[in-house]
C-alpha cells in the first residue's frame, strides 16, 4: 500500500510528505498547497437596507475609524476633536480599563472625545472639530496598514 501511493503521488508537482502505515494500520500523508488561496471577501449584507446593498465588514470598522483618527491627526494636524458613532460601538470602543479609545488618545491625541450618538446607524460616524464644525473624512483615502 505504501510502495503503491508513493508511485501514485510521484506525478503530484506539491511537495508532500508519505509516511509508512502506524500500527494502527494510518498511513500520514502532507501536501503543501500549489496555488495561492483564493481572494477572500470580506463584506456583508448590511444590515439597515436588509441585503439590497453591501458595506465593509463590521469587524473591520474599527481598524477604518482608527486609519481615520490616525489621518485627521497627522495629515490635516486637528489636535482637538469628537467622534460621533452609534451607542453600541461608542460602549464598545469605551470598554476597559485600557480601551481602545485610551489607546487612541495616547498614540494620537488627548482631545480625541468619543460621543454616543442615536440618530447614526451602526457603521456610521462623524468627526467634529474643536469649534464643533463637522469634519468629512468619508471620502479620505485610507492607507492600508
Known sequence: LFEHMTKAMANDRAKHNILPLSKFCLMQITRQRVRPAMDVNTTETCPACFGTGVVKSSILFTDSLERKVDCLVNRHHVKKFTLHVHPYVAAY???????LSWQWKMKYSHGLKIIPDQS???????????DKNEVDMKDEQEIKG
Open 93 to 99: 470602543l469605551n470598554k476597559g480599563l485600557f480601551s
Open 120 to 130: 447614526l446607524a451602526f457603521l456610521e460616524y462623524r468627526f467634529y472639530d474643536g
